[in-house]
């Protein structure tokens, strides 16, 4: 009877498994203790297979052919991959949230069984190879409980940790999705509380990961990597939150911690509250429609920075403005100094575009895994640091700052240089990667064999004129080695020492002992220079580990750099101010939308905005397409950007310090979640009137419109008066005309329109914002806009202009609320009923 093998079988009926599927199991039982679900590439020759049950995941997983590895004794499912196609499959799985653990052979096929080990833990969140991750950040999260929410991030391809605090599970969620964790690690009390569990899978779609959350061995683990207990985790939640994520990937690096250097507590409330409905609703990082270009988002208008590093920095600034002003003013004065001076923008720009990636090349010196050409391109990158630090002579402030931490290292690029070719090869073991002179014995060895091969190479010219054959040829092969090649015509004069090794068609070739001598050395020489240039090279990484604190130093200090200059570009093109940031008013005079400026050019029409401490609303009417979502997506663009200490599309800006940017612009159905557009219009509205203060920025567009007209009109204008109440400051675009009335009855609010006219059957936008509400939404006009057909747009226009003959139940409100019963005489109160009876039967008032 044939024995089936898969994840949970080892081998059954008349036969064990073969000693291979034995060292597959060993293994992959091994990565289950560790890594649970985790697939398991097991090296075979050129190609990584997958056995059993793991076989068939693999396949669908991957779409692999699915085969069958079979014998008397047993029969498996097989798939497998190339080793070369391996990372396009590993970057697919991880995509998927599938952990995978690679067991690599460690010597050369022979005829037992090969030694093979898992070399690589790879998961979404602790990947560290550069060919896996995006150019953006790569957060590990985890989360824990007591005395409130704790939350710790770590990026292992650059060594940023960071934690926080936080009292609320709100806050906790509203930061988690600010960051962007691609792997979460849940305490088991989070992780074991269905509700909160479901809550939470359904607020964040990302792999959800398991580990230990005990105190005591938090604590050992944060001892372990850093050498104390920093005094900032001053909370059981932040002990078990840090040690649980670096347990975690440390489990997954085998170990390899060193390019965590420290743990920073940073304060939420320190920082601008963006939500991730904020940062979608502003299109920060992601367009809201699927079919836009990643240009239409702010980060794609902002995209000037020449490194990878500051990319990375710019997306940080905007996942997390500042609220201290004299951070901001710092930051702004770098822009401005760098603005002013043209030619040091650019001769730092010019630098910086040669740069590598710094920040994760310091990573990799600080764990040893960094290969030949990351070493080469760490010191190509270092050279380039002097020639900023030179230009930045004489700056002040932020600049100046930067400067000093801008150290050349130069150390690390003399022994670099000293001890790399120019040009290395890829992997370590390919030979000619050590300059000759660094090392005294490689040298010899290297010199030895090259004398050898110069005998070889003398050996044909004195071989001929030895046996007087011309036409006698060294060549060499994998098969035979060095050989000596004659044709058949000169057989008769092949020498006696000749020993003849293989026969061709027209030829032969021999060889001799001296040759079979030679080639024995060369290789045993070349063998001994590869192992001791690894060694060499070992050294050299462990070196340059030694500077991995000054590396990453360094490589922060670039990538700040980067984003200021880019901004700096930025205000240079496009005409962007310096904003002011003022106690109380928001004032902005001409101010742009940063990405529909860059997409329309001059035809974008500017606008003003006024909001102080006696107008802290903006009520804002006008036909749909006119702009009204513009006007307020350029205010909150406006406010974000001074926050992060950029300058701002507008001919002047003041601007204050926001504790929070709430939004609730456009419309969406979570289908997967079960909610209407509505329901998810009200979870969004909730959480911003249980967050406003009197220090937010509020933008609300058409709030109510998912519902009926009259329920809509009653929950905006209860939401206007909500707001009104917390003092923030808010822009309230909105299509329910009665609440224009509101301008005269609650202090602080002021009506305004976008302009827009019909002229000859046809609708004429202005995207002009003006005082006053609007007088018609143009809702028909609109829809003739967009292409509906004629016949319907003219019944619409047809049933419209009854209604308005007719009245409607907001012109019987405005004429109920304009009555003085004071003043109202028995027959004119009957007058009335009669002119109100007669119109909602159609009749002619």
């Known amino acids: ?107 050369e096929p022979g005829t037992g069984l090969m030694d093979r080990k898992v070399t690589q833990l790879l998961t979404p969140g602790t990947v560290t190879e550069e060919r896996l991750l995006s150019a953006d950040e790569n957060f590990l999260a985890a989360v824990a409980t007591g005395d409130g ?56 779609p990302v792999m959800l990961s398991h580990t230990s959350f005990d105190e005591d061995a938090a604590r050992a683990e944060l001892l372990s990597v850093l050498g104390d207990l920093p005094a900032s985790l001053s909370t059981p939640a932040l002990i078990r939150a840090c040690g649980a994520v670096l347990s975690y990937a440390r489990g997954t690096q085998q170990g390899r911690l060193e390019m965590v250097r420290r743990v920073s507590r940073y304060e939420p409330g320190a920082q601008l509250r963006l939500n991730d409905w904020a940062l979608r609703a502003l299109e920060v990082f992601h367009p809201q429609h699927l079919h836009s270009v990643s240009e239409s988002t702010l980060i794609g208008a902002l995209s000037e920075t020449r490194s990878a590093g500051g990319r990375r920095r710019l ?9 201290d002003a004299v951070s901001i003013a710092a930051r702004q004065g770098g822009v401005d100094a760098l603005l002013r001076a043209g030619d040091l923008r650019h001769g730092l720009r010019a630098l910086l575009y040669r740069a590598h990636d710094l920040e994760r090349l310091a990573a990799r010196v600080a764990t040893r895994r960094a290969g030949p050409r990351e070493v080469a391109a760490l010191a190509r990158t270092l050279e380039l640091l002097p020639d900023a630090a030179a230009l930045l002579e004489g700056q002040e402030g932020l600049l100046g700052s930067l400067r000093n931490r801008l150290g050349g290292l130069p150390d690390v690029v003399a022994l670099i240089r000293a001890a790399l070719i120019e040009d290395p090869p890829i992997r370590i073991g390919e030979g000619g990667l050590i300059r000759e002179g660094f090392h005294a014995h490689l040298d010899e060895l290297r010199g030895a064999a090259l004398g050898h091969r110069g005998w070889i190479a003398e050996l044909e010219l004195s071989e001929r004129q030895r046996s007087g054959i011309q036409s006698l040829k060294v060549g060499y092969n994998s098969v035979f080695g060095y050989y000596l090649e004659i044709s058949s015509a000169h057989y008769s004069r092949v020498p006696a020492d000749y020993q003849q090794v293989a026969t061709l068609k027209d030829r032969a070739r021999f060889t001799r002992p001296d040759l079979r001598e030679r080639e024995r050395e060369i290789a045993r020489l070349e063998g001994a220079a590869d192992r001791l240039e690894a060694e060499v090279f070992n050294e050299l990484r462990a070196s340059l580990s030694q500077h991995a604190e000054a590396l990453s130093e360094a490589a922060g200090a670039v990538s700040e750099l980067d984003v200021l200059a880019a901004l700096a570009e930025i205000a240079a093109e496009r005409g962007w101010v310096r904003p002011i940031t003022s106690d109380g008013p928001l004032r902005l005079t001409q101010a742009r939308h940063p990405v529909v400026e860059r997409s329309v050019g001059e035809r974008f029409v500017p606008n003003d905005a006024e909001l102080h401490h006696e107008r802290r609303t903006l009520l804002i009417t006008g036909p749909n397409m006119a702009g009204k979502s513009t006007y307020l997506r350029t205010v909150a663009l406006c406010a974000l950007l001074h926050q992060i200490g950029s300058f701002v599309p507008a001919e002047r800006a003041e601007l204050p310090l926001f504790d929070a940017i709430h939004t609730r612009i456009g419309a969406s159905d979570d289908l997967a979640g079960g909610r209407s557009t509505f329901m998810v219009e009200m979870s969004e509205l909730a959480d911003i009137l249980h967050g406003a203060t009197g220090q937010s920025l509020v933008i609300l567009d058409e709030v109510g419109r998912g519902t009926s007209t009259l329920d809509g009109q009653a929950i905006a204008q209860a939401a206007l008066e909500g707001l009104h109440a917390t003092g923030a400051y808010t822009l309230f675009a909105t299509h329910y005309f009665e609440l224009t009335r509101l301008e005269g009855q609650m202090p602080g609010l002021l009506n305004l329109h976008v302009a827009a006219e019909e002229e000859q059957n046809s609708l004429t936008f202005y995207h002009q914002v003006m005082p006053g509400a609007a007088r018609h939404s143009y809702g028909v006009e609109v829809a003739r806009l967009a292409g509906l057909p004629q016949g319907v747009t003219a019944r619409a226009a047809q049933l419209l202009a009854g209604l308005n003959a007719h009245g409607d139940d907001g012109q019987l409100n405005r004429e109920l609320a304009a009555l003085d019963l004071n003043k109202l005489t028995p027959m004119g109160a009957l007058e009335l009923l009669q002119t109100w009876q007669r119109a909602a039967r159609g009749e002619e008032r």
């Open 1 to 107: 009877m044939t024995a089936t093998f898969n994840r949970g079988l080892k081998g059954t009926g008349h036969g064990a498994l073969p000693p291979m599927l034995e060292q597959y199991v060993r293994l992959r039982d091994e990565v289950d203790a560790q890594l649970p679900n985790a697939l398991l590439l097991f090296q075979c020759g050129d190609f990584y297979e997958t056995f059993g049950e793991d076989a068939e995941r693999a396949a669908r997983l991957m779409g692999l052919t699915l085969t069958h590895k079979t014998s008397k004794d047993f029969s498996t499912p097989m798939a497998g991959l190339p080793v070369r196609a391996a990372d396009a499959h590993i970057e697919k799985l991880l995509s998927q949230g599938v952990r995978v653990a690679v067991a690599d052979q460690l010597e």
């Open 149 to 204: 929410y704790a939350l710790a991030l770590l990026d292992l391809s650059t060594g940023e940790f960071r934690c926080a605090s936080f009292g609320t599970r709100s806050a906790l969620y509203d930061d988690l999705s600010r960051w962007r964790a691609r792997e979460v690690l849940l305490a088991p009390e989070l992780g074991g509380n269905a509700a909160l569990l479901a809550d939470f899978q359904t607020r964040f």
């Open 315 to 323: 997306r940080s600034w905007l996942r997390a403005p500042l609220r």
